[in-house]
């Protein structure tokens, strides 16, 4: 199994800076893909960012050139580096990691809001 933990989390001004991290533990070497997912108050859950084991990413349209994720050498860790930050961001972010296939886990969310 795989457990994921996040943090950074907090609030920022409109146009402000936050870097969530996900630190994952268990069967790492298991793991395919890890993505950021973000829910805000009243809607679905949906993604942010995406990388899979082999380094590639994909976005959402509404945080290209605006957030990155990356993760560390050791591949424990993933980053969801966001800038100019929107009200619009404001949200409880998630990391989930799919792993073996076709199981997968959620962490517990961190949340961010974005006050103008």
Same mark, same amino acid.
């Given at each position: ?11 920022? /001004?409109?146009? $402000?800076?936050? *870097?969530?991290?996900?630190? &994952?533990?268990? #069967?790492?070497? =298991?793991? !395919? ?5 973000? /829910?805000?108050? $009243?809607?679905? *859950?949906?993604?942010?960012? &995406?990388?899979? #084991?082999?380094? =590639?990413? !994909? ?11 990356? *993760? ?45």
């Amino acid at each position: 199994q795989v457990q994921l933990v996040e943090s950074g989390g907090g609030l920022v /001004q409109t146009g $402000g800076s936050l *870097r969530l991290s996900c630190t &994952a533990s268990g #069967s790492i070497f =298991s793991i !395919n893909t890890m993505t950021w997912y973000r /829910q805000a108050p $009243g809607k679905q *859950r949906e993604l942010v960012a &995406a990388i899979t #084991s082999a380094g =590639s990413t !994909n976005y959402a349209d509404s945080v290209k050139g605006r957030f990155t994720i990356s *993760r560390d050498n050791a591949k424990t860790t993933v980053y969801l580096q966001m800038n100019s930050l929107k009200s619009e961001d404001t949200a409880v972010y998630y990391c989930h990691a799919r792993y073996s296939g076709l199981r997968f886990s959620w962490g517990q969310g961190t949340q961010v809001n974005v006050s103008s």
